[in-house]
């Protein structure tokens, strides 16, 4: 767990949004690979294992996942905009398996939420596991991008959208409606992908904004 996206982390248990403390047992470089996370609010306690931050209770089996392709990598890159090196990126499910790939694409960081097995995080791979469909740990508005694997739910793109910061990057399966205060950008047989709008206020009238 790449220790600045510490700072994103958020308990899932219901009550006001706040840090979670670390304590960390064994870091490799900027990388927490071993270590507890604590909410100062209900006390919870989250394991860091091999770098992935569980708020699963060690529930979450970890999948094979998809597999790697260098024309997929380069796709994911392409639709959810990585081309510098700002901020986070979100990878669910089995999207996290072109990680590695698109790592070696982009200085951004990735966060994978329950990855497929098989992927070493450290090294600009970062991960975290959930058993709830619905709810991402993470902080409003934080991330630039996230991609959906095939199996996202309603309710989970509507945790994505939350978690998006204005003008950042959602791939989702086509089967879901794109939500309101999404600008589609492109569609095909498999995804969409769309832009969370700008929104701001001036003289009392709401003007929405797309990034150029």
């Not at 698109?102 to 970062?126: C, F, H, K, W, Y």
């Not at 508005?141 to 990057?169: K, Q, T």
Request: glycine share 10%.
């Amino acid at each position: 767990m790449f220790i600045e996206l510490v700072d994103a982390l958020r308990c899932p248990n219901p009550h006001e949004e706040i840090w979670l403390v670390l304590a960390s047992g064994k870091m490799e470089g900027r990388d927490v690979m071993k270590g507890v996370l604590g909410c100062p609010i209900c006390h919870a306690e989250y394991p860091i294992e091999a770098g992935v931050a569980r708020f699963d209770g060690g529930a979450n089996s970890r999948s094979r996942g998809a597999v790697p392709d260098e024309e997929e990598a380069l796709r994911l890159a392409a639709l959810l905009d990585l081309t510098d090196s700002r901020g986070y990126a979100i990878l669910v499910g089995d999207a996290g398996s072109q990680a590695p790939r698109l790592r070696a694409l982009t200085d951004v960081q990735l966060l994978l939420v329950n990855p497929p097995s098989g992927i070493e995080m450290g090294n600009g791979l970062s991960g975290l596991t959930t058993p709830m469909q619905s709810l991402l740990p993470l902080a409003g508005l934080s991330a630039r991008a996230i991609a959906l694997d095939n199996a996202a739910s309603a309710e989970l793109l509507e945790s994505a959208l939350n978690v998006v910061c204005p003008g950042g990057r959602i791939l989702a399966p086509a089967g879901l409606s794109i939500p309101s205060g999404v600008i589609e950008l492109a569609r095909d047989e498999r995804q969409w992908v769309g832009e969370r709008a700008r929104a701001s206020v001036s003289s009392g009238i709401v003007t929405i904004h797309r990034r150029q």
